[in-house]
């Protein structure tokens, strides 16, 4: 993954931009003092990520495990 | 889970489920459950009066109050949610160091935790009647 340091990247942020948003391209990570900060990535990668990692519909749509795991819900207490 | 109870109100990245891109929204959501491991359940929390076929519950006065929302009447969504992976999609209130707007009465998530028990009974024995003899 390429990498600039966060003076590079306030300088050149049009050309980062256009990077990431070019489909199959890397993410840019952003440092600052050599540490690994910020990573820029396309707005459809980051959706893509975030959807890969969840479930997101209507409850009778989630898988079986979960389905029976809310089916006792409410003979569970809420209260600590 | 950092401290938070069940029925803590949180800003989140709510993705409604409908496929298209413009789908997230970042508004308060309900911690109701907590999964097993680190899942966490997130229910929206919304302005609008739900479609019909969607099964929700007006929030209280008192409990909006309690939860940190606002004065106008809101619904908490009991028929969609998000199941992510602690802390994903949480994100801090605009100006603050913190995703955290109130909790929910324990009276009203066990209301909650009945409704939406009743919705996934309800799925159960739907998919139940559709398996062959």
Known sequence: MRSVSSAEAARTFGAIREEVVTPGAEPVTVTHYNIPQVVVISFLEYRDLVRRSRFAGKVADLPEEDLAFLSTIDRRNARP | ?133
């Open chain 2, 1 to 133: 889970m950092d401290g938070l109870p069940d029925g803590a109100v949180v800003r989140f990245e709510y993705e409604w489920g409908s496929g298209n891109e413009d789908d997230y929204k970042l508004r308060p959501c309900a911690i109701i459950i907590r999964g097993n491991g680190p899942s966490v359940f997130f229910f929206p929390i919304s302005h609008s009066l739900p479609d019909g076929d969607e099964v929700a519950l007006e929030i209280p006065i008192d409990a909006r109050a309690a939860a940190g929302l606002d004065a106008f009447p809101q619904w908490l969504i009991v028929s969609r949610c998000n199941r992510v992976e602690w802390p994903g999609g949480v994100r801090n209130i605009q100006g603050k160091t913190t995703p955290l707007y109130g909790t929910l009465p324990t009276d009203f998530v066990d209301v909650f935790r009945s409704a939406l028990a009743a919705v996934v009974k309800q799925k159960l024995l739907r998919s139940k009647d559709r398996l062959p003899p």
